[in-house]
Antibody
């Protein structure tokens, strides 16, 4: 059974850093891309970043480029999102999602809340 | 970036009604489109991919159509569990982009 579990959220001041993790199980981790999608309070879905199965191909939304870094650990079946220089507008629930060919999001985690506030 | 525009933003309907939601891309995306359903406090769920392919386990009352820049999601006979927010998403290029969502409410 495919399972994705996010962790690492919390409350942080603007300008600080936070690292989110996505623990994957129930599928062949090395053959799927993993993506992060966020949802600000009361708003729609915003794509954040993707890391392909190879671990070296990555893409980012312009809103986070240069501040966020996505990575994956094949020994632990985890994907991380390092978020630096956080802004108030980064406040959202962050979801990780499995993605075949980096196209569609077929399985999602339950989400983790990140609040950036002074 | 490809902009995805959904209409309507919200719709009220009754159980048993047929509902259609449209999604328009700012440029052609062939059939690289998906539809998701999200209920309050929950993660989205994939319903349709490739514009018209029904994901396994999704009820057949859901259907998708379209290609190029114009797409539709149709629910043939609304059930109580279908009241939720629906999003389209393009997979033609990065960055991936979503429509703003369509809230389906009970009349």
């Amino acid at each position: 059974q495919v399972h994705l579990v996010e962790s690492g959220g919390g409350v942080v001041q603007p300008g600080r850093s936070l690292r989110l993790s996505c623990a994957a199980s129930g599928f062949s981790f090395s053959t799927y891309a993993v993506q992060w999608v966020r949802q600000a309070p009361g708003k729609g879905l915003e794509w954040v970043a993707v890391i392909l199965y190879d671990g070296s191909t990555k893409y980012y939304a312009d809103s986070v480029k240069g501040r966020f870094t996505i990575s994956r650990d094949y020994s632990k079946n985890t994907v991380s999102l390092q978020m630096n220089s956080l802004r108030v507008e980064d406040t959202a629930v962050y979801y990780c999602a499995r993605s075949s060919g980096a196209l569609y999001f077929d399985y999602w985690g339950q989400g983790v809340r990140v609040t950036v506030s002074s | 970036d490809i902009q995805m525009t959904q209409s309507p933003s919200s719709v009220s309907a009754s159980v048993g009604d047929r509902v259609t939601i449209t999604c328009r891309a700012s440029q052609s995306i062939s059939n690289w489109l998906a539809w998701y359903q999200q209920k309050p406090g929950m993660a989205p769920k994939l319903l349709i991919y490739g514009a018209s392919s029904l994901r396994s386990g999704v009820p057949s009352r859901f259907s998708g159509s379209g290609s190029g820049a114009d797409f539709t999601l149709t629910i043939s006979s609304l059930q109580p569990e279908d009241f939720a927010t629906y999003y389209c998403q393009q997979a033609n290029t990065f960055p991936r982009t979503f429509g703003q969502g369509t809230r389906l409410e009970i009349k």
